[in-house]
């Protein structure tokens, strides 16, 4: 498949400006429209979490701090938004039937999740911050939309700049419905990469044996790619992959996110977590 609309979600924090950044990248060299939302938080829905016995007064008072954040985050989004478009050289659309990179910025009223959510599904990629432990609850949320409510694959951001990426790019493949879907997602990217190498895990859960099948895949797609086995127990998977990441200079890992139960991960960890908590680079991700 191609990737023609991409959407980026920004709340004006230094992790969505990257997001935005990398977005921005990817749509130029790929010529593809780039829908850049930003929700701004109701102030009603600060209500709810107002404690008892507090005076009409002070839930005004509240409400209109909610109101100013919200209106000073949208402006740091915008402010965010129209540098890139100056930077990127980027040509202001709504409508399709344009050529080349265009973006279009999109904002709402509402919760973060629930818009990342609607827009993600008419998109054929969705570009998100990783999180991390000063995120916002509704970054988490947000992230957790586009992989598990869009049915799209999710290109996960760091917080630090990592340069350019998408030239020497690792997939973890471990047969799975989700991997299968982040590398067809992915074949826009790995077509123009000038090294792909797949990663496969030889473990008591999964075969080494399965890089093979792959590698014939891309070849039907004109990629050649080089194949590696990673050893040891499941559990040390996540570890060895990021170290791995570095010894081939990779600037972009492909793989399925929650392969397994999402619920065992959460409680006893798993590749998708560890990657989600430690990764430097993009991470193109599918469910």
Not at 62 to 84: C, W
Not at 256 to 267: E, F, P, V
Request: charged content about 20%; glycine content about 8%.
């Amino acid at each position: 498949m191609s990737i023609r609309t991409i959407l980026i979600s920004v709340d004006g924090t230094d992790a969505s400006q990257q997001a935005l950044n990398m977005g921005f990248a990817l749509g130029r060299a790929i010529a593809s429209h780039v829908d850049v939302l930003h929700v701004r938080a109701d102030p009603k829905d600060t209500v709810p979490l107002l404690g008892e016995g507090m005076s009409v007064a002070m839930i005004e008072d509240m409400m209109d701090v909610a109101e100013h954040e919200s209106t000073d985050r949208a402006s740091k989004a915008r402010g965010v938004f129209d540098q890139a478009v100056s930077d990127f050289g980027a040509t202001l659309s709504h409508q399709p039937g344009g050529e080349g990179f265009s973006v279009n910025w999109i904002e709402e009223t509402g919760r973060e999740d629930d818009a990342v959510a609607m827009h993600g599904r008419l998109a054929d990629l969705i570009v998100a911050p990783r999180p991390t432990e000063t995120s916002d609850v509704s970054a988490n949320l947000a992230l957790n939309a586009a992989l598990f409510e869009t049915g799209r694959s999710v290109l996960v951001v760091p917080p630090a700049d990592s340069g350019e990426f998408g030239k020497n790019v690792v997939i973890s493949w471990n047969g799975s419905a989700q991997s299968a879907r982040a590398v067809a997602s992915a074949l826009p990217i790995l077509k123009q990469a000038e090294s792909v190498t797949v990663f496969t895990v030889d473990s008591e859960r999964t075969s080494g044996e399965r890089a093979p099948e792959l590698a014939t895949y891309l070849g039907w797609h004109g990629i050649s790619c080089d194949t590696h086995t990673l050893t040891g127990p499941a559990s040390s998977v996540g570890p060895k992959l990021m170290e791995e990441l570095e010894g081939v200079n990779a600037d972009l890992l492909v793989m399925g996110a929650y392969t397994h139960s999402r619920m065992r991960q959460l409680i006893l960890g798993g590749v998708t977590r560890h990657v989600l908590e430690t990764a430097m680079i993009p991470v193109f991700m599918a469910h």
